[in-house]
């Protein structure tokens, strides 16, 4: 069904569209579609599964994430490129004692990720991480705004 038709035409049912084009096609198609690797589709479900809050203060900025039952070991706050705060970690299953099995299991568990890009004032050598009480606390600070260029003058000779 073209959606187009029906006036549904947005970039997510066109990719939908031509993927299902292209399964109609045949296998030998599907392979040099540029399909998403399994690294991107676990990091996109690690990326989505982790909720963070992200404030401006006049100094700093300020990042809040809920990390439950995790120990400081089992967090990284790194930065990329020079401007990207990368939050990243790994919830392990708890070890099962002898006689004990699940009865529900509805924790996540496995790793998370989240990627911020930050502005141009935020001062990378300045950011600390706390995590208490479950919730993780990232500052960064900012950089202290540039001085007004102040006027040059220019002596004016006479010819």
């Known amino acids: 069904m073209d959606f187009r038709i029906m006036g549904l035409d947005s970039p997510f049912l066109s990719t939908l569209h031509h993927m299902m084009d292209v399964a109609e096609e045949g296998s030998d198609h599907s392979k040099s579609m540029n399909a998403p690797t399994r690294t991107y589709v676990r990091d996109a479900k690690a990326m989505a599964s982790t909720p963070a809050d992200v404030k401006e203060y006049p100094n700093s900025y300020v990042f809040v994430v809920d990390m439950p039952g995790l120990k400081s070991g089992d967090i990284k706050v790194q930065v990329e490129d020079d401007n990207v705060l990368l939050i990243s970690?790994?919830?392990?299953?708890?070890?099962?004692?002898e006689g004990a099995r699940y009865l529900r299991m509805?924790?996540?568990?496995?790793?998370?990720?989240?990627?911020?890009?930050?502005?141009?004032?935020?001062?990378?050598?300045?950011i600390s991480a706390v995590c208490q009480d479950g919730v993780l606390i990232v500052t960064v600070e900012k950089l202290p705004p540039p001085e007004p260029k102040k006027p040059k003058t220019i002596e004016v000779k006479i010819a």
């Open 89 to 97: 970690g790994e919830r392990k299953r708890d070890e099962e004692k």
């Open 106 to 126: 509805e924790r996540r568990v496995g790793k998370f990720m989240r990627k911020f890009v930050l502005p141009e004032n935020a001062n990378t050598d300045a």
